[in-house]
């Protein structure tokens, strides 16, 4: 069975500060990754997502992600971040057999201070 | 907005009763899914519907039960309700059955059990 780490649970920084949170899976064949975000109030979003190709991938509002096949990681980072990043992250991973059952981490939240 | 739909936005009832969750997914998707969000289980994938037809299925108590309408839209049916069932329920569309379809969230529905 997929299962997905966060590391870090909850995260504050300060504005302009980098941003990197780490994600962990655990499966042995091809996978498809993803962040998402949850903001305060507010529904999911897809931030970004890998599913082959270029390991670096970059997704909406200066985010991007690297695939490390060989440490099974998917780690989000982001160079400067702004007060209106504060919100949850989430990792998610599918098994790449036509299935779409996502398997997410428990979720980073984000603090950015002004 | 993601053009997913879900109602009702709040839910409260009582222990023993039976409720109904309402999805509409985007305009052309075929595939809905249904999440569940805990404090203590995190986002737990529970089923997925495509065209109709039951999908993939996750953590689904027997309790639970879903259907996709031949409008495509779906219902979650959660039936001799506990208190440990108080949850955000997500609502997910793509538009094919599996594989690299994205997801998008509809803004969830808060069941709370007394």
């Known amino acids: 069975a997929q299962s997905v780490s966060q590391h870090n649970h909850h995260v504050i920084l300060s504005e302009a500060a980098s941003l990197e949170l780490g994600c962990n899976y655990s499966?042995?064949?091809?996978?498809?990754l993803f962040w998402y975000v949850q903001y305060p109030g507010q529904h999911l979003q897809l931030l970004l997502k890998?599913?082959?190709?270029?390991?670096l991938v970059k997704g909406i509002k200066g985010f991007e992600a690297e695939f490390i096949k060989s440490k099974f990681s998917f780690n989000l980072r982001k160079p400067s971040v702004q007060w209106s990043d504060t919100a949850e992250y989430f990792c998610a991973v599918n098994a790449n057999t036509g299935f779409q059952k996502l398997v997410f981490g428990t979720g980073t939240r984000l603090l950015v201070s002004p | 907005d993601s053009g997913v739909t879900q109602t009702p936005k709040h839910l409260i009832t009582a222990t023993g009763q039976r409720v109904t969750l309402r999805c509409s997914p985007r305009s052309g998707d075929l595939s809905v899914y249904w999440y569940q969000q805990s404090l203590d289980q995190g986002l737990q994938f529970l089923i997925q519907?495509?065209?109709?037809?039951?999908?993939a299925k996750g953590n689904i108590l027997e309790r639970f039960s879903a259907q996709q309408f031949p409008d495509l839209h779906s219902e979650l049916n959660l039936s001799s309700l506990e208190l440990g069932d108080s949850a955000l329920y997500f609502c997910a569309s793509s538009p094919a059955r599996g594989g690299t379809d994205t997801q998008y969230f509809g803004p969830g529905t808060r069941l709370t059990v007394l």
């Open positions: 499966y042995g064949g091809t996978v498809n």
């Open positions: 519907y495509y065209n109709g037809e039951e999908r």
């Open positions: 890998y599913f082959s190709g270029d390991p």
